[in-house]
């Protein structure tokens, strides 16, 4: 390969140096690919992408679910956001729970591109956990339990949970993700269709469980994702400005960090879309 990886210290995850991510030819960008699903997690330090230059990148991983999100608490001014109240201060404080996107969509996403524009001195880290390696390492009683129970997934759900109750779209956050149909039904265990791995589908999103009671699947989920977030299945990176990284969000949650929202930090988010052969949810049956 024309590049350097370098596992970071957990059971997915590496830093990848040598490219530049604007000009891959095919073959690196092959490699690149087969390097992604080993590993789940790409970093690639010190890229400098334009928000252009990102999209183009994200797009060479497959279809978008949409092009380009700020994650950010400035405001288009570039005044930086201190209401509480403001809804896109309610998604980052939501966002520190540990999660999957697009779970409450019919159609789950396949990964993201995030980059760093503007940081934070402290804090802001982002943190990933692998669902993969957490499946591996449960007892086979708990396989046993889980393999055929369902959740459903909801941003509602989990921004009431949190305390982060939405405007719908009428507000300075444009409610994408706030689907108002009937909330999909995903497996709790779920085959990566590329890798062929075993992965579990959990996080803040996913609650009531059909044939649990309410109490048994809250304590489930929530004893799911607490034996997921730990080392070595977890990896917090710390960001740089200019810093980019790839995930795929069929086998990792991840999670913000907090920081003094006194600070800007700018990030862009680039969501690839999920094949619906695989990535489907139906919802109420």
């Given at each position: 390969?024309?590049f ?7 059971t997915?995850?590496a830093?990848?140096t040598?490219?530049d ?7 690196d960008?092959?490699d ?10 790409l970093i690639?330090?010190?890229?400098h992408?334009?928000t ?18 700020p994650i950010s608490?400035?405001d288009?001014a ?6 509480d109240e403001?809804d ?8 520190m729970g540990?999660?999957?996107d697009?779970t ?7 990964g ?5 524009h503007v940081?934070?001195?402290t ?6 956990a692998d669902?993969?390696a ?14 055929d ?8 759900y989990?921004?009431q ?5 939405q405007k ?14 009937e909330?999909?039904?995903r497996?709790?265990?779920?085959i990566h269709?590329?890798?062929?791995r075993?992965a579990?589908?959990?996080?803040r999103?996913?609650?009531n469980?059909?044939g649990l009671?309410?109490?048994e ?5 929530e004893?799911l ?9 977890i990896?917090?990176?710390h960001?740089?400005v200019g810093d980019s990284v ?11 960090t907090p920081w003094d929202m006194?600070?800007?930090r700018?990030?862009?988010?680039s969501?690839?879309?999920g094949?619906p ?9």
């Amino acid at each position: 390969m024309n590049f350097q990886v370098k596992p970071v210290d957990a059971t997915f995850g590496a830093i990848v140096t040598g490219l530049d991510l604007r000009s891959l030819n095919d073959d690196d960008f092959a490699d690149l690919y087969s390097t992604w699903l080993e590993y789940s997690l790409l970093i690639f330090p010190a890229q400098h992408l334009s928000t252009e230059e990102q999209i183009k990148f994200a797009r060479r991983f497959g279809k978008m679910e949409f092009d380009l999100a700020p994650i950010s608490n400035v405001d288009q001014a570039g005044n930086i956001i201190k209401s509480d109240e403001n809804d896109m201060v309610k998604i980052l404080k939501g966002n520190m729970g540990w999660h999957q996107d697009s779970t409450y969509m019919p159609v789950q996403a396949k990964g993201a591109v995030f980059s760093a524009h503007v940081v934070p001195e402290t804090g802001g880290e982002t943190g990933w956990a692998d669902l993969s390696a957490a499946y591996e390492a449960l007892d086979e009683a708990t396989k046993a339990r889980i393999q055929d129970l369902k959740a459903y997934h909801s941003l509602y759900y989990s921004q009431q949970k949190a305390g982060y109750s939405q405007k719908k779209k009428d507000s300075e956050y444009s409610g994408y993700g706030f689907f108002d149909q009937e909330p999909p039904l995903r497996p709790l265990v779920k085959i990566h269709p590329e890798t062929g791995r075993p992965a579990l589908t959990i996080g803040r999103h996913a609650y009531n469980i059909p044939g649990l009671s309410e109490k048994e699947s809250e304590e489930l989920l929530e004893e799911l994702v607490d034996f997921t977030c730990q080392a070595p299945r977890i990896y917090h990176h710390h960001w740089e400005v200019g810093d980019s990284v790839i995930w795929d969000n069929r086998c990792l949650l991840h999670q913000a960090t907090p920081w003094d929202m006194n600070e800007p930090r700018v990030m862009y988010h680039s969501r690839i879309a999920g094949d619906p052969e695989s990535e489907f949810a139906p919802g109420h049956p």
